[in-house]
């Protein structure tokens, strides 16, 4: 009947405009998902007979994540991390799993050796047994702050062999506060004094602190 074929029309019209909305929901989301400054990806985790986490594959990644981590989509994608990065910190599996099955949320700073990068992750569920990451690269940052540890180290070492020069008046016991400062306050894994002899002009060790495994008695200068 006429009334019929009014119903479907209306009914094939409201299909359409449904697909289309569908379609431009899908271009957005893909927009922002390519577009994002941050790195992000999608996971499905992978577990053992005992349910425990070893591995994890990847499903989908962004643009910014291929940039931050050096990894082509094309030839990461439906692989796992295993595969990928065989000498990947099991930190990384265990932390993922634990949000993967508890559905908890993460966040944290982390080295990963086989890309030589630090990152800043964000990580959750989207369904029992995936997880997706948002990740920040800030290597920079990182390497920023241990060199000014080293700095503050190095004054701080500075300043204490300054006071010891101040407070000592027999050098040999001199010798030894500076290599124990160097050491101790200084962070450094061994540390030596040496004097020349004149008769000999050689370099003779008269001080040492820290790991020196035999080293001073090989010393030939």
Known sequence: SDQSRVTLLCVIEEQKRAEEALRKSEQKYRLLFDEMLSGFAV???????????TDYRFLSVNKAFEKMTGLDACGILGKTVLEVMP????????????????????RFENYAAALGKY???RAYCPEHGKFATLINDITERKLAEEQLRKLNRIYSLL????????????????????CNIAVEQGGFGMAWIGLID?????LMVIAQAGRTNGYHEQVNI
């Open 43 to 53: 996971h499905e985790i992978i577990c053992d007979q005992s349910g425990t986490p």
């Open 87 to 106: 000498g990947i910190e099991s930190n990384w599996i265990e932390r993922y799993g634990k949000v993967a099955l508890t559905g908890e949320p993460i």
């Open 119 to 121: 990152y800043e992750v």
């Open 159 to 178: 300043s204490d062999i300054n006071q010891a020069i101040v407070r000592s008046r027999v050098p040999e016991e001199l010798y030894e506060k500076v």
């Open 198 to 202: 004149e008769s000999s002009q050689k």
